[in-house]
């Protein structure tokens, strides 16, 4: 053991031997429900020796109504490992919509996590010029940074809005010059390759109502992976991957000398492999296309899988991806990065299940429509949204709820019913993934009525928010 270390681990190696996740943090959704109750950080017992297993122990509610609580980060993490007087002890919580960001102290209690600081949007707009927070990671720095997906208006511009990790205070921007990407959305940063990469979901007062296919050919949605300088902070280089794809979760590989990794295009519905070329820029080739199914029923004659979330394992073996329409959970081999395998598959719900109001007239790789999801008495409502990886990489969580506005477009039952949360089964030898029967988090039944539950951290770290440097 390491006697003078801080947060996190020293490699994505050793997290893989830290011990199991006990609790999880939840951020649950009210906007758009019809409901007029703020928002709320669930606190969700994982233990299977707990009384209290697969139950939402603990709820901290926000002091305001209509936020939209979304993905959360860390004020320290892995890159902080060596700072003995740093401490994982602060969530950083933006608000999709307000443009709030609340940071809930989860040291004092981690069971009870109560609310340290609100950061008003007020202060984001005015020293920044961003609004709609996304993305939180923390840097070695000492500094939180927070991707945006446009600018107060709700008009598209990528930048980052940088915090100061023990004050919280807004510092302004982290990007530098005049040139800025037209979207942003996600980001990932490798320091020994000088490199950050950002993604683009899409034009902020556009999306935020729902998904109108009007709006596609026109410029509203992302199309690029940005790439930025790190240690300049200038905007470099633009990686097109296909109009309207709208490329939304990018992971590099957790191996800190690595030059490649992958992201998760939603619209397009395909994974791109990007990578550091011999002349020492980026590129991105795509390296898993989900075919889209013949419908009728729909809003459109063909449904995408709409790839919504991404993940990889600590130890660089194995890439999960949800499809949310289609309503699949897919494992991958990516021991060869330009040759992906499909390991497992398992349906969770989604929009083509038996029964269900959308016919599929072809289909490149199913021979029917899938059954409907039924765990513990409960039809699952929604597809699979958000996922989660232990560290060991043997329990995969996954919730179900994307985006208030889509969410109540695509799954109006999902509306009425509430999300859930489930655990697969990882098998890490030969691959596949399996449903946990005993683990259910039915957010349908919480005191406040059905709620909308989306990304998961663990109060260690975790795949998807700790960045070794």
């Given amino acids: ?69 979304h993905h959360s980060g860390w004020n320290v993490c892995s890159s902080c490992f060596g700072d003995p ?7 950083v919580l933006p608000s999709l919509i307000s443009s709030r960001i609340y940071i809930v102290d989860v040291g004092t209690d981690p069971r009870a996590p109560r609310l340290f600081k609100v950061v008003n949007p007020e202060d984001v707009f005015w020293k920044c010029g961003l609004g709609y927070p996304h993305t939180s990671h923390c840097l070695g720095s000492g500094e939180v940074m927070i991707s945006t997906l446009g600018d107060p208006a709700g008009n598209g511009k990528g930048g980052f809005i940088l915090l100061d990790a023990e004050t919280f205070e807004v510092k302004g921007t982290w990007e530098r010059g005049e040139e800025v990407p037209p979207m942003g959305y996600d980001f990932w940063y490798q320091p020994r390759h000088n490199v950050l990469i950002s993604t683009e979901w899409g034009i902020p007062k556009v999306l935020g109502y729902g998904f109108d296919p009007n709006d596609l050919g026109k410029g509203r949605y992302g199309r690029r992976l940005n790439v930025w300088d790190w240690s300049t902070h200038r905007y470099i280089q633009a990686i097109d991957v296909g ?30 492999r990007f990578y550091k070329t011999e002349r020492g820029d980026w590129a991105a080739e795509k390296v898993i296309q989900v075919p889209s199914k013949k419908v009728e029923g729909w809003i459109l004659p063909e449904m995408p899988g709409l790839i919504t979330d991404i993940l990889i394992s600590l130890d660089d073996r194995f890439l999960y991806l949800s499809n949310w329409l289609h309503g699949d959970v897919r494992q991958y081999d990516i021991s060869n990065t330009r040759r992906p395998k499909l390991l497992g598959q398992v349906f969770l719900g989604g929009s083509i299940t038996k029964g269900g109001p959308v016919r599929v007239c072809e289909d490149e790789e199913l021979q029917s429509q899938p059954e409907p999801f039924i765990i513990q008495g409960k039809k699952v409502a929604g597809g699979p949204q958000m996922l989660q990886l232990s560290l060991d990489g043997r329990r995969l969580y996954v919730t179900t709820s994307l985006f208030s506005a889509w969410d109540r477009q695509f799954y109006p039952e999902l509306i009425r019913d509430g999300a859930v949360m489930l655990q697969l089964d990882v098998d890490t ?15 349908g039944k919480e005191p406040g009525g059905p709620c909308l539950a989306h990304e998961m951290r663990y109060p260690r770290g975790d795949c998807t928010s700790d960045i070794w440097v």
Wanted: glycine share 10%; proline share 11%; with cysteine.
């Fill in 1 to 69: 053991k390491c006697g003078s270390c801080g947060p996190g681990y020293a490699s994505p190696l050793d997290a893989m031997k830290g011990p199991p996740e006990e609790i999880i943090y939840v951020p649950c959704i009210y906007r758009n429900t019809g409901r007029k109750l703020p928002d709320f950080l669930a606190t969700v017992d994982v233990d299977p020796k707990s009384p209290c297993y697969s139950q939402v122990i603990h709820r901290l509610p926000m002091p305001n109504v209509g936020d939209e609580l």
């Fill in 85 to 91: 007087g740093r401490r994982r002890n602060r969530l």
């Fill in 243 to 272: 109009e309207d794809s709208a490329p939304l979760e990018i992971r590099f590989l957790h191996n800190p000398d690595a030059s490649e990794g992958f992201v998760g295009c939603t619209i397009s519905s395909a994974i791109h």
């Fill in 429 to 443: 030898e030969r691959g596949g993934l399996r449903v946990n029967p005993k683990f259910l988090v039915d957010f």
